[in-house]
């Protein structure tokens, strides 16, 4: 059974940084895609950056339009583990974010974290 677990949120300033992690267990993560999410308080969830199994060891990055160029997602194969580093943080991506795996040939997220709070003060 796939496990994912987020963990490095927080409270931070504008313009400051924070490391989320998300810890993969139950099944082999190099084939494993890997997203992180992130919902507002009165909004619906959204997409914010993909590690996307390409076969092998090769992954396809893509981020939402508003992070790009701000957050970096990345992966550590060996200790099972995605990243999404947050640089240049806004209030506006205060949010509960969340960490997703999706399995090969399976076009839907279907394990999911349960969130961890970022909040980005003025």
């Known amino acids: 059974q796939v496990q994912v677990a987020e963990s490095g949120g927080g409270l931070v300033q504008a313009g400051g940084s924070l490391r989320l992690s998300c810890a993969f267990s139950?099944?082999?993560?190099?084939?494993?895609?890997m997203a992180w999410f992130r919902q507002a308080p009165g909004k619906e969830r959204e997409f914010v950056a993909g590690?996307?199994?390409?076969?092998?060891?090769?992954?396809?990055?893509n981020y939402a339009d508003d992070v790009q160029g701000r957050f970096i997602i990345s992966r550590d194969g060996a200790k099972n583990t995605v990243f999404l580093q947050m640089n240049s943080l806004r209030p506006e991506d205060t949010a509960l974010y969340y960490c997703?795996?999706?399995?090969?040939?399976?076009?839907?997220?279907?394990?999911w974290g349960q969130g961890m709070q970022v909040t980005v003060s003025s």
């Open positions: 139950g099944r082999t993560f190099s084939s494993y895609s």
């Open positions: 590690s996307i199994w390409s076969g092998g060891e090769t992954y396809y990055l």
């Open positions: 997703a795996a999706r399995e090969p040939a399976v076009n839907k997220y279907e394990y």
